[in-house]
């Protein structure tokens, strides 16, 4: 049978990337997703904002929603400082399989837990399982009608502390319409937007970034 999309990028990372050199593995991925076959990676022109946000939240508890082949887990986690731990939710397992072998190729494996399952069911497990607290950085690239509950979640489940940074990626292609209205009309967290680029392509998209102020009252009127 034909291989799959995630199964070609990754042969295009043993191929081309170096290594333990995650910088290499990004390039490979940019490179095949540019010349070969277009892949819904954050990219390189968004994930160049997603560094900076990395860089200027400096987190020390990371989750990711939606790992599918492990593009910006490498990102953020080649960001991270040594003691460090990103956990990141894939619930399809081929996907997963192929994310750990692209995060592994970046010798990033031992910073990373590719945790297999919908993200419904493990948020509320996140805290027992891995003896946190909160998270200091979400970042928000699943199923799309999922940013919205997830967030609820997170809150319900005291996962977001005053100052956790919560960064979500195409809120204007494919768009998260009801994620976007939540969270800018909520007094319990200041949003920015930051206008780029559907990866690899000239369609507009945008990625929102939120920080929980800690639990206020109301809405924005
Ligand atoms: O659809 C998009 N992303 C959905 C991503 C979904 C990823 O997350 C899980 S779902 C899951 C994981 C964990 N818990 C619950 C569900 C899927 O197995 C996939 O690995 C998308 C689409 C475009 N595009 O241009 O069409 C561009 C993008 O940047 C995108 O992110
Ligand atoms: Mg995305």
């Known amino acids: 049978t034909r291989t799959t999309r995630p199964q070609r990028l990754l042969r295009a990372v043993i191929i081309n990337a170096v290594r333990g050199d995650p910088d290499s593995v990004i390039r490979a991925i940019d490179h095949f997703c540019k010349h070969t076959e277009w892949a819904m990676n954050i990219g390189d ?5 997603l560094d900076s946000v990395v ?3 400096s987190p020390s508890t990371v989750l990711e ?3 599918y082949c492990g593009y910006s887990a490498v990102r953020i986690t080649r960001l991270l400082p040594p003691s460090t731990r990103l956990i990141t939710v894939e619930m399809n397992p081929d996907y ?5 072998q692209v995060i592994q190729h970046a010798g990033l494996q031992d910073k990373v837990c590719v945790l297999e399952g919908q993200s419904a069911d493990l948020i ?8 946190i ?3 200091d950085f979400v970042f928000l690239d699943h199923w799309k009608d999922r940013y919205l509950p997830d967030i609820r979640l997170l809150e319900d489940c005291s996962l977001l502390a005053q100052g956790s940074v919560v960064l979500a990626d195409n809120v204007v292609c494919p ?3 009801d994620y976007l209205n939540y ?3 909520n007094l319990n967290y200041r949003s920015r937007f930051y206008q780029a680029h559907l990866e690899y392509t000239r369609v507009l998209d945008g990625l929102e970034k939120s920080e929980y102020l800690g639990c206020r009252q109301g809405k924005r009127q």
Request: hydrophobic content about 40%.
């Open 133 to 135: 607290q909160t998270f």
């Open 45 to 49: 022109e968004k994930g160049a904002i």
């Open 175 to 177: 768009g998260t319409p």
């Open 65 to 67: 929603l939606g790992t």
């Open 96 to 100: 997963a399989c192929v994310a750990r």
């Open 124 to 131: 509320p497990k996140m805290a027992e399982m891995f003896g």
């Open 183 to 185: 969270i800018r009309s």
């Open 55 to 57: 860089m200027e939240t």
